[in-house]
């Protein structure tokens, strides 16, 4: 039992002797790529928001270890199979999260924008020309909704990324002196009731 573990760990040792080469060579590669990678993302960064610049700069850095690896384990002469079909499995769990989680940073991001650009306050009118007939008073202002009040005294709830895809009418209630802290702890005058449909 032990020779035969012994032999195991021999093979093994020879297979990683065997590759060092090709893993220096995979090493090498690696460190020019991440400082041309940074250099990259700097420049990027020099020309963009900073706030871009941190997740770009991680992203090409797992990007970059995760194929570093699964070279250096292949030109050790391992089996490499298992390795990517779990890679891949992961990686398509993480693109689905993506796109689920997608419309939320959406909405949650246009929501600053209108907030931060003052685009509508609290009590002002709304009309959407496309599709024609939505209009209300805006009565509530969160991360995901804006809820107007039409003129039956029904609620609509409007996704926030809506109003950065149509064009919307606006009529101002008084002289829209609502500030920005006054419509983040204002409380709604809205109850929104959800309905059997």
Request: charged share 20%; with cysteine; glycine share 8%.
């Amino acid at each position: 039992m032990l020779s035969e573990i012994w032999s195991h760990f021999r093979e093994i040792a020879d297979r990683v002797i065997d590759g060092l080469p090709a893993v220096s060579v995979i090493v090498i590669l690696a460190m020019v790529a991440h400082i041309l990678l940074r250099r990259v993302i700097g420049w990027v960064a020099s020309r963009t928001a900073p706030t871009f610049a941190h997740p770009l700069r991680w992203g090409a850095k797992m990007l970059l270890i995760t194929v570093s690896l699964v070279l250096i384990v292949k030109a050790l002469g391992f089996d490499i199979g298992n390795i990517w079909t779990a890679l891949s499995t992961v990686l398509a769990m993480v693109a689905i999260g993506f796109v689920a989680v997608w419309s939320v940073l959406s909405n949650v991001s246009c929501t600053m924008v209108i907030m931060m650009s003052r685009t509508f306050e609290l009590g002002d009118e709304i009309e959407f020309t496309d599709p024609a007939g939505v209009r209300g008073k805006v009565v509530n202002l969160n991360f995901v909704y804006t809820t107007l009040r039409d003129e039956d005294g029904r609620l609509i709830q409007v996704p926030n990324n809506m109003f950065f895809q149509k064009i919307i009418k606006r009529r101002r209630a008084g002289d829209g002196s609502v500030s920005l802290s006054e419509q983040l702890t204002r409380q709604s005058d809205a109850t929104v009731t959800k309905t059997g449909g």
